[in-house]
């Protein structure tokens, strides 16, 4: 049984900072790709970050230079370290796994998910 557990969302101002966590459990953690996640309210869920097994990472465009996808393989932890944060980045962030990071990332190509935090800025 996956399951995956998101933490750390809250509001915060514009040009503050957040971290996400998302703890992983029942999952092959390290040797799969994992990513976040983020829905705006009457949008759809659109793909923000992703951390592959070797390490290697890929950010959609809007967030390139102020959001840093990382992992701690020993805690089954992957985080979202978010700075300068902006109004258009509001929304409900979700952790992902069991999937892959494509050109244009869809919430499709992802198996597990957890329940989502939400940032509001």
């Known amino acids: 049984h996956v399951q995956l557990v998101e933490s750390g969302g809250g509001s915060v101002q514009a040009g503050g900072s957040l971290r996400l966590s998302c703890a992983a459990s029942?999952?092959?953690?390290?040797?799969?790709?994992m990513g976040w996640f983020c829905q705006a309210p009457g949008k759809e869920r659109e793909g923000v970050a992703a951390?592959?097994?070797?390490?290697?990472?890929s950010y959609a465009d809007f967030v390139q230079g102020r959001f840093t996808i990382s992992k701690d393989n020993a805690k089954n932890t992957l985080y979202l370290q978010m700075n300068n944060l902006k109004p258009d980045d509001t929304g409900m962030y979700y952790c992902?796994?069991?999937?892959?990071?494509?050109?244009?990332?869809?919430?499709?190509?992802?198996?597990?998910w957890g329940q989502g935090t939400q940032v509001t800025v």
């Open positions: 992902t796994a069991g999937g892959f990071w494509a050109e244009r990332p869809m919430a499709a190509d992802f198996e597990y």
């Open positions: 029942g999952y092959t953690y390290s040797s799969n790709c």
């Open positions: 951390i592959d097994s070797d390490g290697s990472t």
